[in-house]
């Protein structure tokens, strides 16, 4: 079992927040005090304000990808007629892996895939390789590489350089040609690959959680100090970013992030634990299928204990800024507002669309711009179809995910890390049917309450590669321990 290192500073969950912005604070107007000592009372006033607004949006530690505002440059060139953004994908095979290459497949005036990195789906990496004719790929498995290289050497044009393994995927990440890197890749694993591609100084259209989640103490202030953009993949992220496009400084007020509700969304809470105990196998089934959207088994089922907003609320805080207490999530089961913002005059500005992941994919690769795409094969929101639009609000007893991921992200350091790790390795073990629905919570609890003596405020990557690995070995312990007294699906 790999331990995490003992704790540069070690807080409870509920007294955190609290004590970190005190120090930051005090940090600030200590720095600032030397220089208006010089500069006068107009800065001092100045330099106080600047450092009460870093404690209200809570950034003062960690920093933020964008502090509630994105500027938008007006020198770039218009893609296409020869100006064509050079993309390297990770994780090529799977959903956002696939949908970007339906992207570039759309628009080759404006799109070029160079690099492409991808598991064990070797028919599926074949034909790509086939089609998009990258200078570089990597495969998981280095036993692979040569019957890879069987299954495309009848095609068109020069071979790919083939690499393999994590040393593969960082040089896919950061090849040389690339002007931005699309991270489809889940978990930690996304890391390493997304640091190379930060130093090397591509833009990251971001679709790996983990990377902000986790790595966000880390990973913010390396993309700030290379002066990398973090493009949010998602759809409520993306939302946000396309709402706060021009604000200026000091105008967010709020977020508020949209949900379906999930599987569950229309469930009482009292039927589930009846169903916990007479039929498992309903729970996971319903935990699986989405009612809105078309995804993998995993993010399903965050989208059913409403995990994956408790995550989006890290998530946002690290890309805007946003003090925990102004990020909020409204159930809203139509899926056509992607999440809104309110602006410091009380205004509130939403970003709609037909539920479609390749929207916001297409706008991390071709921001600042806009693409004309066709009618046929991106729909237009069509308000009189559309019909009402409802909202209301989480039921916390029945997703104690969003508590649990406020904690989390109130704590901060690589408590976020564990809360995502702990989450991950619950739900495998669920679809693994080894144990129960609402032992999910339970586990990641645990792993949460026994890492409270460990935390790191101000965690290096290999610290939170290590809570991560940590998080997942304690849950699996947790549940051989025998705590979880659910029943499983057979």
């Not at 990808?65 to 799977?94: H, M, Q, Y």
């Not at 539920?355 to 711009?369: C, G």
Request: proline fraction near 6%; charged fraction near 25%; aromatic fraction near 6%.
């Amino acid at each position: 079992q790999q331990r995490v290192p003992k704790p540069r500073t070690s807080l409870p969950l509920d007294r955190s927040h609290q004590a970190k912005m005190s120090a930051s604070i005090a940090a600030s107007v200590s720095i600032s005090s030397a220089t208006t000592l010089r500069a006068g009372r107009a800065q001092r006033r100045a330099a106080v304000a600047k450092a009460a607004r870093a404690d209200a949006n809570n950034e003062s530690r960690y920093g933020a990808c964008w502090p509630g505002r994105v500027p938008v440059p007006n020198d770039v060139p218009l893609l296409g007629n020869g100006n064509i953004k050079k993309i390297s994908l990770l994780g090529s095979t799977g959903s956002i892996g696939t949908q970007t290459l339906d992207i570039a497949e759309e628009h080759p005036d404006k799109f070029e895939i160079v690099a492409l990195s991808a598991g064990r789906n070797l028919d599926v990496m074949a034909e790509q390789i086939k089609k998009f004719k990258p200078k570089m790929v990597s495969i998981s498995d280095g036993g692979d590489v040569e019957k890879l290289k069987g299954m495309i050497k009848d095609m068109d044009g020069p071979q790919p350089e083939i690499l393999f393994g994590p040393d593969g995927m960082v040089e896919v990440a950061r090849h040389p040609d690339v002007d931005s890197t699309v991270t489809g890749i889940v978990g930690c694993a996304g890391l390493p690959p997304t640091v190379a591609a930060i130093e090397a100084g591509k833009n990251i259209c971001l679709a790996n959680k983990e990377t902000l989640i986790a790595g966000g103490p880390a990973i913010v202030p390396l993309a700030v100090k290379h002066g990398v953009k973090i493009l949010p993949a998602d759809s409520e992220h993306s939302a946000i970013f396309q709402c706060i496009q021009g604000l200026p400084e000091g105008a967010l007020r709020r977020i508020i992030l949209t949900a379906s509700g999930g599987a569950f969304r229309d469930v009482e809470l009292s039927q589930m634990r009846e169903y916990a105990k007479t039929d498992p196998g309903f729970l996971q089934k319903k935990a699986t299928t989405h009612p809105n959207w078309d995804m993998g088994a995993k993010i399903t089922c965050d989208s059913a204990t409403l995990m994956n907003k408790a995550l989006e609320v890290i998530e946002a805080h690290y890309l805007y800024g946003t003090s925990y207490d102004d990020i909020d999530v409204v159930i809203h089961p139509q899926s056509i507002i992607h999440s809104m913002v309110e602006t410091a005059d009380s205004s509130v500005l939403a970003q709609l669309g037909w539920p479609d992941m390749r929207l916001p994919i297409l706008y991390t690769m071709s921001w600042p711009q806009r693409v004309n795409c066709s009618e046929q094969t991106w729909p237009r929101l069509d308000f009189i179809k559309m019909g009402d639009l409802t909202f209301k609000a989480p039921d916390v007893e029945k997703y104690p995910s969003l508590t649990m991921g406020y904690a989390a992200g109130r704590t901060g350091g690589t408590m976020t890390g564990v809360f995502s790790a702990a989450n991950e390795q619950a739900v495998a073990m669920f679809l693994d049917k080894k144990i129960g629905y609402f032992d999910i919570y339970t586990v990641i609890e645990k792993a949460m309450e026994a890492h409270k003596n460990d935390l790191i405020l101000d965690p290096t990557l290999d610290d939170i590669v290590n809570s991560d690995l940590w998080a997942r070995e304690h849950v699996k312990k947790v549940v051989e321990s025998g705590v979880c007294k659910e029943l499983v699906a057979a």
